[in-house]
Each structure stands twice: as structure tokens, then as C-alpha cells.
């Protein structure tokens, strides 16, 4: 009876959102194998709704037809864990190999969520939907090619992308000093508040690029750069070659630099030699050997002594050059970039076997004396006893 | 560690969890009265005892299994058994220290770049799967190994499997694959 319920809750949910007969058979099929399955034969009712929900998920992208899970959790009102834990479930069972979604396909049917049409809103602060998702899909391919999408949710994305598109789509003073807070207000649609951080760390992509434009002679900060969004936008590919050689420039500047100062301290050979040596990290030596060579050097001395001279300033700071390596490139997944200081371990003398003798006074220290263990029942009982008086 | 890179990568082990039989019932309310650093757990049926050097957490069953937890090394958590099974000897048990076996290794790695996890999803399918919805991290099992690999964007991978060795080697196999996905930004 469950099953008939279930399959009415599929076809319920295609018709919603509106697919083709396509997805909405092949979602029946796979409910159809999903429900007999021992894993979801004794499931909650609300289970089998989750269940459903999630082949018409899976339909739906086997058969490139663009949906976020969040869209799906919505539509069923469940927690995006659950559908989430149901669905890796249900692709493990039915060995399905879905391709992931794209978040730019995804941007069209997330953009008409928005009521900023002229409709909705007053005429200085609508958009009409085509120009508005053409906008945010350019910027959402910038934050892609920036490390800023991958590993992240979607949705606080592409609303991040939408705002920020919005905003720059008619830049007025008005529209600037709209927060996202009020812009999903307007929009009718619940913020998402991890879309604040992609905000900055997009605008801080744009302004990387916005320097490099010839033409703009102020200073660019995110306070200003949505004006330029979209020059930016439609020259992204030549100033991100500009940037990055720009940035390459820069580096090369340091490291020479860095080669100078070096060849003033003498003692830096055989403190090198010693350091060298005592560093546990070795990884973090042969790291740098292996960027100097990278980078291109004048000459073959400078070679040798840049390398040196990486070696001895990265030897002092050998815990971090696994995160340092982020802050050596323009673009990089933005953790890398603003890297948390990590707390410092001290390494434990690594030279346990597991089979050495154990100590009597070690294992004392473990175990209360007779005395110390009738003092502690006493207090125990004393406790328990106040505890009963109280209540 | 592997000749075959250019750059060494450190991978350090953060947990080793094991387990061992004591081949004898233990009383675990006097483990609670004459132990220190115990914790009775009287709802579940077990006593929590943490070890000082090296930095270990038991839980005991009355029947007598232990599970080790906090090791950072397959040796470190055989010695911290056997620390273990001494205390409970000296608390009057008769003890007999057996079928110790070492059942999960948990360690980290950082590969000196980043990652671009839909280029590598798509490449290694279905062995690898990435639901940035749910997880921001691809999830990369290789079977043989019994080892399950967390790969995030910023080149940080976390690795369980069944012993160090197989964990070192699942790092091994799975670098190459990394490195192809770096996808430096020149176009």
C-alpha cells in the first residue's frame, strides 16, 4: 500500500517541478527497486518520502536536468542531512554513477526564486531574470576558475553571485548600500549566511583583477569594485593573465631580494649545513629546492644561493611551509590563502617499540591506595546522600 | 618516504585505535573505586580509563574487550595495551594480554597544492564521489586497501585504513591521481 503512496509522492514531486515524462518514469523505476530493498523495506513513512525525493534527484541528473538537493529537501521539508544520507544510500544500493552538478547549470532555475523583477520590486531596484543570471553565471565561472567553488555548497554561491550581480548591474548609491540581509528581504528568499564570506572573498578576487585594468587609476577596493564588475567580467580571461604574470613578477622581485640579503650574512653556509640536518620536516627542504628551481633565476649562482637562502628562511619556519605554499600562488582555495596558525606540536620521541618493560612505580601512579579508594566511596556515599536530602 | 617523488610529503598518523582481550571478567565497579582517571559508565556497560604516557583512552567491558583509542602509532598503542593490562593485573585481575590487533589507523597529509575535486571526481569514477552539498571533501575508497581517502580542495587528505602501512600506500597510490588535477590557472 506504502508503495503505491510512495510512487503518487514521485509523481507528485515531478509534476512540481515540472520534468519531463522521462525523469518522471525513470524516478518510479528506481523508487520501485529503492522500496524493496531491505535497507528501505522497514523505514519510517517519512524515510520513504526522503526516498522519494531522492530518485527523482538522481533522475533528475542522470538526465541533465539541473536541481540543487536543497531544492529537493525544500520541496519535502526535510533536513538536507537526512536527504542527503538517504540519497548516498540509496546510490550505493541501486550502484548508480551520477554526474555532479554543475553550479552555473544550476544558476537559471536557482535565479527564478528571486522576485526582483519590476513585478515585485520598484522600478530603480529591479532586474529582469535573463540579464541577472547571464551576470551571476559570469561571475560564478570567475569563482570557479579562483578556487572560491570548489568544496563549497551551491547555494550561498550562487546567491552571493546573484547579489553582487545585481548590484552591479545598475551600481547606483542606492543599490550599493543595500546589505544582503535586505536584498533576500526584497527578493522574498531566506539568506543564506555563509553567502557573506563569499562575498568578500569574491570581491577580493575582482579587486585582484580590477588593479590589473589599464584604464582605472584609482585605487580599487571592494568598496568600489562592483562598479567595475563588469569590465572585469568581460575581460576576465586577459586579466587573469595579466595578474598571474604580474604576481610571477613580484615573486621573482622577492626572491632576488631575498638572494641579496643572504649574501651579506657569512655565517649562513654552516648554519644551514646544521639546520638542516635537525629539521624534522624534511619535506619542507626539498619543497623549497624544488620551487627555486621553478622560479627562473639570471644566473646559476644566483641559483645556489637563492635555494640557500630559502632553505635557512624556510627552515626557520618549517611547520608552516605546508601552508605557506598558499600564500607563494595569486589564486587558491581561500583557506590556503589566510591560513589559521596551527598550533605548534612538539613531536614525542618516536622511538617506542611496544614491547618495552613497564615500570611498577608507572602503573601505581594509575591505582588509589587502599586508603585513598575507602575515602573516595565515603565521599561518594556522603554525595549521593546530600543529593537525596536536597531533592 | 617514496623515492618515485620529488617532494616528500609527511604524512602524520593523528589516531591509532586497537583492541585486545583480557580472557577474564572484569569487575568494573571496582576498577571505578580503585582506579584513578576512570569514568564509570554504569548506562552503557563500560569504564572509560585514560592512560598519561603515551596519551591513550580504554573503554573496558565487563566481558573483558578493551578498545584503545589516541595512539599515534600502531607501537605507542600495543605499549599503551599492555600499560593498561599491568593496571588492571595490579587492581587483582588475572589478566592475560591477548588477540591484540591494531583495527584503525586515522591519518592526515597535506599535498602542496590544491585540488580541483570535480576534475579529479570525474576522472577516477565511481572509486571516487563528491557531494559538495552534503561534504566538501571527494571520498576516494580504494577496496583492496580497505582504506577510505578525504580529499579536500586545499590539497588536505585524511586517510583511514586498517593498519599504517596500508594507509602510507593508499597515499602512494592515490598522489599521482592528485596531482594530475592540480590545474594551474593559465589558459
Redesign the interface.
Known amino acids: 500500500m506504502n508503495l503505491i503512496k510512495g510512487l503518487q509522492r514521485v509523481k507528485a514531486l515531478c509534476r512540481t517541478l515540472r520534468v519531463n515524462r522521462e525523469i518522471e518514469d525513470l524516478s518510479e523505476t528506481y523508487y520501485n527497486q529503492a522500496y524493496q530493498h531491505k535497507s528501505f523495506i522497514k523505514v519510517s513513512l517519512n524515510k520513504k518520502e526522503v526516498l522519494a525525493g531522492c530518485c527523482v534527484l538522481v533522475s533528475c541528473r542522470l538526465l541533465n536536468w539541473p536541481i540543487t538537493m536543497g531544492t529537493i529537501s525544500c520541496l519535502l521539508d526535510a533536513d538536507s542531512m537526512v536527504v542527503g544520507a538517504v540519497y548516498e544510500e540509496m546510490v550505493k544500493i541501486l550502484n548508480i554513477k551520477a554526474p555532479i552538478i554543475n553550479v552555473t547549470d544550476v544558476m537559471e532555475a536557482h535565479s527564478q526564486e528571486y522576485k526582483i523583477s519590476s513585478v515585485y520590486v520598484p522600478e530603480e531596484l529591479a532586474e529582469n531574470s535573463k540579464d541577472l543570471t547571464k551576470r551571476a553565471v559570469a561571475l560564478v565561472e570567475l569563482a570557479a576558475d579562483s578556487w572560491i567553488v570548489t568544496g563549497r555548497k551551491p547555494i550561498p554561491i550562487m546567491m552571493a553571485a546573484i547579489y553582487l550581480a545585481w548590484q552591479s548591474l545598475k551600481p547606483t548609491k542606492q543599490r550599493l548600500k543595500y546589505s544582503l540581509d535586505k536584498f533576500c528581504q526584497i527578493a522574498k528568499v531566506n539568506k543564506h549566511k555563509p553567502a557573506l564570506k563569499r562575498i568578500t572573498e569574491m570581491k577580493e578576487v575582482l579587486c585582484k583583477l580590477g588593479k590589473e585594468i589599464p584604464w582605472v587609476k584609482e585605487p580599487v577596493t571592494p568598496d568600489n569594485v562592483v562598479r567595475l564588475m563588469e569590465d572585469i567580467l568581460q575581460h576576465r580571461d586577459a586579466l587573469l593573465r595579466r595578474a598571474l604574470r604580474t604576481h610571477e613578477d613580484a615573486l621573482l622581485a622577492d626572491c632576488q631580494a631575498s638572494c641579496e640579503d643572504s649574501l651579506i650574512e657569512e655565517t649562513a653556509p654552516s648554519q644551514i649545513s646544521e639546520v638542516v640536518e635537525q629539521t624534522p620536516d624534511l619535506s619542507s627542504v626539498e619543497l623549497c629546492e624544488s620551487n627555486a628551481e621553478r622560479a627562473k633565476q639570471p644566473g646559476d649562482g644566483d641559483d645556489n644561493q637563492c635555494a640557500a637562502s630559502e632553505q635557512h628562511s624556510y627552515t626557520q619556519g618549517s611547520q608552516d611551509s605546508s601552508q605557506n605554499w598558499g600564500k607563494r600562488v595569486l589564486f587558491a582555495p581561500p583557506c590556503v590563502i589566510h591560513a589559521k596558525k596551527r598550533r605548534v606540536e612538539q613531536p614525542e620521541p618516536k622511538d617506542v617499540t611496544g614491547d618495552e618493560e613497564i615500570s611498577d612505580s608507572e602503573i601505581d601512579s594509575y591505582i588509589r591506595t587502599p586508603r585513598e579508594a575507602r575515602d573516595f566511596a565515603l565521599a561518594q556515599k556522603m554525595f549521593s546522600m546530600s543529593e537525596s536530602e536536597k531533592s | 618516504m617514496d623515492s618515485s617523488n ?5 604524512i602524520i598518523v593523528t589516531n591509532v585505535v586497537a583492541t585486545f582481550r583480557t580472557r577474564c571478567h572484569l569487575n568494573l565497579r571496582t576498577i571505578a ?5 576512570v569514568i564509570y559508565k554504569p548506562e552503557v556497560g563500560k569504564v572509560l ?1 585514560k ?4 596519551m591513550i583512552t580504554a573503554s573496558i567491558w565487563s566481558s573483558g574487550k578493551i578498545i584503545c583509542t589516541g595512539a ?8 599503551g595495551a ?2 593498561l593490562a ?2 588492571l593485573q ?2 587483582g585481575f588475572k589478566v592475560r594480554f591477548s588477540a591484540f590487533k591494531v583495527v584503525n589507523v586515522l591519518a592526515v597529509c ?1 599535498m ?7 576534475d579529479f ?2 576522472n577516477n ?2 572509486i571516487a564521489s ?5 561534504h ?2 571527494a571520498t576516494y575508497r580504494i577496496k583492496n586497501l580497505k582504506a577510505t581517502i578525504q580529499v ?4 588536505s587528505l585524511t586517510v583511514t585504513g586498517p593498519n599504517v602501512q596500508n594507509v602510507a600506500t593508499a597515499v602512494e597510490q592515490v598522489y599521482p591521481l592528485l596531482f594530475e588535477c592540480q590545474k594551474p ?3
Open positions: 620529488d617532494e616528500a610529503l609527511d573505586l580503585e582506579g584513578t582517571n580509563m592512560l598519561r604516557k603515551p599515534t602509532s600502531e607501537d605507542e598503542a600495543k605499549l599492555r600499560r599491568r593496571c595490579k587492581l597535506s602542496p597544492f590544491a585540488v580541483h575535486l570535480i571526481t570525474k569514477r565511481p563528491y557531494e559538495p552539498e552534503l566538501p571533501a579536500f580542495s586545499t590539497g590557472l593559465c589558459k
